[in-house]
Every structure is written in C-alpha cells, then in structure tokens.
Nanobody, 120 residues
Framework: QVQVVESGGGLVQAGGSLRLSCAASGSIFRINAMGWYRQRPGKQRELVASITSGGSTNYADSVKGRFTISRDNAKKTVYLQMNSLKPEDTSVYYC??????????????WGQGTQVTVSS
C-alpha cells in the first residue's frame, strides 16, 4: 500500500507566502515524477508545477517566477514554495506522485488536497 499525505496550505494575504509538502510512504520501489495541481471551483484540475526524478522542473505560465517546486528523495517528499501569492491562486492544491512498485508497475497517486486561500 502507498500513502500520499499533504500538509501546509491555509489562509494568507496577497503578497504572502506558503509552503506545501507532500510525503509518500509505503511499498515503493521508485518515485518517478512528482507534481502539484490545483482545481478551482467550476474549473478543471490544472498542472501547477512538476519535477522529474532527475530534478527537471516545469511550471504553469501563471506561476513562473513565483512558485518553486523541489523534492527530497531521501524523505520521499515534494514541496511547493509559493511566494507573491495572488487572490487568483486560491484553490485546492493536490500533489501527484508517480510511483513504481516492487512489481515494476507505475501508478499515479494523489494527495487528499489542501485548501489555499489568498485574501486581497
């Protein structure tokens, strides 16, 4: 079994910062790509940022220069540092982790979601 647990999030004023964390645990052979998505009310879930096992990163245009994704492979954890937050960043944020199990099968795992609210 694999568990993916998010932490962080909350309420912050515009211009402020928050850091999200997402830790994977359980029966894991290898963690591949990790990423953060968000879903606003009435909208589709969208990619915010992703990071490969080699450390290559990708960002949505709307967060470039403000958000930073990173990972700690020893801790099986991915982070999202969010700076200069804007009200339009308000959303539920989900982490996604692609994990290869001991049968060498890759599966997608999602965190439970964490609310980020940015007040103007």
């Amino acid at each position: 079994q694999v568990q993916v647990v998010e932490s962080g999030g909350g309420l912050v004023q515009a211009g402020g910062s928050l850091r999200l964390s997402c830790a994977a645990s359980g029966s894991i052979f290898r963690i591949n790509a990790m990423g953060w998505y968000r879903q606003r009310p009435g909208k589709q879930r969208e990619l915010v940022a992703s990071i490969t096992s080699g450390g290559s990163t990708n960002y949505a245009d709307s967060v470039k220069g403000r958000f930073t994704i990173s990972r700690d492979n020893a801790k099986k954890t991915v982070y999202l540092q969010m700076n200069s937050l804007k009200p339009e960043d308000t959303s539920v944020y989900y982490c996604n982790v692609k994990i290869t199990n001991w049968a060498r099968v890759e599966n997608d795992y999602w965190g439970q979601g964490t609310q980020v609210t940015v007040s103007s």
